[in-house]
């Protein structure tokens, strides 16, 4: 099979020709003097899209080393956390939670929907127990988002921590990390970033070391364990295990590009990319998975499909016939996912995925509207470009 023409999925996402040129920079030693300058950059880059002070710790592999790590270094036995589930993702951080010896608390809701900052203040006002709380800020599979601004600051001011899976939320949406008070936050290079799938991101605050620390069921002299990189790496200066220099190379390039863009005004791409998306696919005749636009991830746009349409079939022909490759929804739901995250949040690339997906569901016997849908979408796109 050849490759595809476009990868509009949701993650790994494509990259630009200077993140690649990253990646193919030359590998060094990684005691390398120059290397550890480039790591120490680096994590002073991942600072800056975090907005924080905290301490920044880069683990080798894809975002779920790092969400694992954390809350495996997080929980002891007996200890309360509160879980809020909307999607897949915040559904398997429960089973870990239970899994990790702590005691259960969810508020769930439908993968169409987003739990609310006032069901949260009433629960966390009923069980006044409660120690953590864990949150997905953006559900990729779903495509929705929670409400990190107004739970983050409730959780401080009652003394909670916060454990955050922002894997594609960090430039995909507004992010202050401090200002929130938000205590430990993982976030993925390969989502809005636009960078390598094998570098974990992950902020930790004073609170949340304190916590790690004084739990002796934490990971030590293990893959998984945080608790290497705070003494070894930030304490010492040496790698608990040799780092992927390519990765990180390829991690610098796109936080640089990031940066010289501007942080504002990559969210603000990401916004713009998904209203012209959501313009096309409803004039189009078809219907967006989030129940509420404010729930809406920028980063990705999920289209509901009828029942006896199976997600999966959507996907593979819109790759075979016509070469564009999208996303399903992960067990979220019946839906396709048309990306806008990284170089694709921008310009035609919506426009394509659009055409892509109307072009296959009327191959597949679904009756839309393909010529009304990339009108409607680029007209939106020429009142942004003015």
Request: net charge negative; with cysteine.
């Amino acid at each position: 099979m050849a490759l595809p023409d476009f990868t509009l999925s949701a993650g790994p996402v494509t990259v630009s020709a200077r993140t690649l040129a990253g990646l193919g920079s030359p590998i060094l030693y990684h005691y390398d003097p120059e290397f550890l300058a480039t790591f120490r950059r680096t994590q002073g880059k991942v600072g800056q899209i975090f907005q924080t002070e905290n301490d920044i710790i880069l683990m080798q592999g894809e975002a779920i080393v790092g969400l694992e790590g954390a809350l495996r270094s997080l929980i002891t036995p007996g200890m309360h956390v509160l879980n809020l589930v909307q999607g897949v993702f915040g559904k398997g951080t429960g089973y870990w939670i239970a899994d990790f010896g702590a005691v259960l608390h969810e508020i769930e809701v439908g993968y169409d929907d987003a739990v609310s900052p006032a069901q949260v203040e009433e629960y966390l006002d009923a069980h006044p127990e409660i120690q953590m709380v864990c949150l997905v800020a953006s559900e990729t599979p779903s495509g929705t988002v929670t409400d990190v601004a107004a739970i983050g600051p409730m959780c401080r001011d009652r003394g909670i921590l916060t454990y955050v899976d922002t894997v594609s939320g960090v430039l995909g949406m507004p992010w202050k990390t401090d200002e929130w008070g938000l205590d430990l936050c993982v976030a993925g290079a390969q989502k809005c970033l636009g960078g390598p799938p094998g570098v974990a991101l992950i902020s930790v605050s004073q609170k949340a070391w304190d916590v790690m620390y004084a739990n002796p069921a934490a990971p030590r002299d293990s893959y998984l364990s945080l608790i290497d990189w705070k003494d070894k790496w930030l304490g010492e200066g040496r790698f608990p295990y040799t780092p992927s220099v390519s990765d990180m190379n390829g991690l610098e390039a796109s936080l640089d590009q990031a940066l010289e863009e501007g942080i504002d005004a990559v969210v603000a791409r990401h916004e713009a990319a998904a209203a012209v998306t959501r313009a096309g696919a409803r004039a189009m005749g078809l219907e967006l998975w989030a129940k509420r636009e404010e729930i809406a991830s920028a980063c990705v746009t999920s289209i509901r499909l009828p029942d006896e349409l199976d997600n999966a079939v959507v996907r593979d022909h819109a790759r075979e016939v016509y070469g564009v490759m999208l996303s399903h929804g992960q067990g979220a739901g019946n839906l396709v996912r048309l990306s806008h995250m990284g170089p694709t949040a921008g310009g035609l690339y919506s426009v394509v995925g659009l055409a892509a997906l109307g072009r296959t569901l009327a191959d597949l016997g679904m009756p839309v509207d393909i010529g009304a849908g990339l009108e409607a979408a680029l007209a939106l796109l020429s009142t942004q470009r003015h």
